[in-house]
């Protein structure tokens, strides 16, 4: 099976077992999320599913939901989300994730924080042992910090890489660059967030630790679905 | 002594003590640190001090420096900064700080991130016992993540404030809105800040812990020079 039919049939299923009618979501932003948004609007437009509004986490996602008559609402709109459906970069056993390849995850973020659960819909390329095995961590910055930001990730052990798309520096929603962080150790990432989260001018970080309650990732077996294991007592 | 008198005094008392020439500086915003370019803007031209240049962290102080023909240089352009001269709304005895009250305060971290030493100066007013004893936490936050923000600030004990300039609410630089934050115990003001630095959408607070090493405080009985104590064995 292809990677776009993969990533439609973890965004298929994840509409199917996790979205009820007359909930208000989170819609994430990428190639699996559109999938997602995908088989929504088909369950919408079916009636097999009625009277649902999401807010979406980018200028791309609202973009589609118009395409796709998907009603959407701001955050104020919304107040508490019921569930927000999202794509990730890499996901480890314990349903942490790295986010922000896709370049948006500081709204992601704010709305996954706005929502009672967070799923994830990705392929099963995804699916790492422990974080940072695969992807970097995107890391955004206001423009004005740049200098700064990267010499004192560079003091915390990172590897700073101002992200380029078609020559230029990438330019988030909010008008801010993105740094790929890259490391040798990435051994507690609760501890390596909360140092990243403190350097002046990172608007956003792509760790989103103790967000995800279930995660469906297709493999070429079938979609698998990961729930977060629960906490040692 | 009126309160603008006081402000001038310790201005001029910071300039004088800790600017030499050849310096690169960051240049605060508010109204005491004006009266620091001031200052500065003087030496200049008497000759006293040469070949300074510095880095604005507001429009407003750029426009300043811009009536007053100081030098302005980028981040970029100014690589590590020897010395940032900044305001404060709180400084206690450790020279930890509370700032923002102008709305400045992303870029004041920023640029006292780039300085190898950070003075603050500050009229007698300004000095407390322990942060938040008077001036609420400001806290800058996307205009998306708003009504989120709100409620996870809630979440941690805050009591959170949209600042509203001229019935409007305020607009930062970076075009964010600041959230005055208020709470009964302020104990352990590391923790406070790494709390809210990890909420989704915040970009900055108003804590600058560890940042000043020395003060200039305008006193009715003159400038007292404040240094930060050296840290206990």
Chains 1, 2 share one sequence.
């Not at 989300?81 to 500081?106: S, V």
């Not at 819909?121 to 200098?147: M, Q, T």
């Not at 560079?154 to 020559?167: A, Q, S, V, Y």
């Not at 790929?180 to 507690?188: M, T």
Request: charged share 25%.
């Amino acid at each position: 099976m292809s990677l776009e039919a993969l990533k439609a049939e973890a965004g298929t299923a994840a509409v199917d077992r996790f979205v009820r009618s007359g909930m208000r979501l989170g819609l994430g932003t990428g190639s699996t999320a559109e999938k997602m948004l995908d088989a929504l609007a088909e369950r919408l437009a079916s009636g097999a599913l009625a009277d649902v509004a999401g807010v979406p986490t980018s200028a791309a996602t609202a973009a589609r939901c118009g395409e796709l008559g998907i009603p959407v609402l701001t955050l104020e709109e919304a107040g508490e989300l019921d569930l927000a459906i999202d794509g990730a970069d890499e996901i480890d056993p314990q349903l942490d994730l790295i986010k922000g390849l896709g370049g948006a995850h500081l709204r992601e973020k704010v709305v996954a924080a706005a929502a009672r659960q967070m799923v994830v819909v990705a392929d099963e390329s995804k699916v790492v042992s422990r974080l940072g095995e695969r992807a970097p961590l995107p890391v955004e910055v206001i423009p004005f910090a740049l200098p700064v930001a990267e010499r004192l990730l560079r003091g915390l052990g990172w590897e700073p890489e101002l992200r380029i798309d078609g020559g230029r520096p990438f330019q988030t929603d909010e008008g801010n660059r993105i740094l790929h962080c890259r490391r040798e150790e990435w051994v507690d990432p609760q501890a390596l967030a909360a140092d990243v989260s403190q350097v002046p001018g990172v608007v956003a970080h792509g760790f989103f630790l103790g967000f995800a309650s279930a995660a469906a990732v297709a493999t070429r077996e079938g979609v698998r679905m990961l729930e977060r294991p629960t906490a040692a007592p």
